[in-house]
């Protein structure tokens, strides 16, 4: 099993570009989100889902969509890029949104805007 | 709101221990601890639910004090390998799932010989 891939490992964007980060699980995994990570703030949720066809916000959803049209895909849109999304972004899977599961990481993908 | 913990940074000799400290001003129903080495991915450590046992693993252990509303991981003779950041994520009473962990901003970690 791979786990949790997420590609790419590093982007560098321009202001106002789009893009789209992917993530990946192979665990048959039901639940996944995006979290960011900036230096002293620790992991942020930005999305989630809790399966095919359904996704919620976290709590700094702004600038980001997401859809999930697979179990196993579940990619993050940035809309149009600012610095202030300059971030680590991970990207994490579990079996469940049960409180007795354990969630996996990916690489995370390093992102920076100028 | 995250949750805070303390300390923010600690320095320890290998075979020394060392608790860390994840405090809520909510009332929790359960806490997740993770390390992340520098440059990786967080990896899961350990859960405690509201009403659960206190839970280890080999010399890594934790507890939940609900009446405090903390949970507090302790390192027992530390290893080398001990060292990164370690994260608590909990889960307040009422969110409705667990999908919606709020992350402390971590506890730097370095194990010196």
């Known amino acids: 099993n791979a786990g949790v891939t997420q590609t790419p490992k590093f982007q560098v964007l321009k202001t106002g570009q789009s893009m789209t980060l992917q993530c990946a699980q192979d665990m048959n995994h039901e639940y996944m989100s995006w979290y960011r990570q900036d230096p002293g703030m620790g992991l942020r949720l930005i999305h989630y889902?809790?399966?095919?066809?359904?996704?919620d916000q976290g709590e700094v959803p702004n600038g980001y969509n997401v859809s999930r049209s697979t179990t196993e895909d579940f990619p993050l849109r940035l809309l149009s890029a600012a610095p202030s999304q300059t971030s680590v972004y991970f990207c994490?899977?579990?079996?469940?949104?049960?409180?007795?599961?354990?969630?996996?990481f990916g690489p995370g993908t390093r992102l920076t805007v100028t | 709101q995250q949750p805070v913990q303390s300390p923010q940074a600690v320095i320890l000799r290998e075979g020394e221990d060392a608790v860390i400290n994840c405090s809520s001003s909510k009332a929790l129903y359960s806490v997740h601890w993770y390390r992340q080495k520098h440059g990786e991915a967080p990896v899961f450590l350990m859960i405690l639910l509201k009403g659960g046992e206190q839970k280890g693993h080999e010399k890594i252990s934790a507890s939940f004090n609900e009446k405090k509303q903390q949970s507090s991981l302790y390192l027992t003779a530390s290893q080398l390998s001990y060292s990164g950041t370690y994260f608590c994520?909990?889960?307040?009473?009422?969110?409705?799932?667990?999908?919606?962990?709020?992350f402390g901003t971590g506890t730097r970690l370095q194990v010196t010989l």
């Open positions: 994520g909990t889960e307040w009473l009422g969110t409705g799932t667990a999908s919606k962990l709020t």
């Open positions: 889902s809790v399966g095919a066809g359904i996704t």
């Open positions: 994490a899977s579990s079996s469940s949104q049960g409180s007795t599961y354990e969630q996996y």
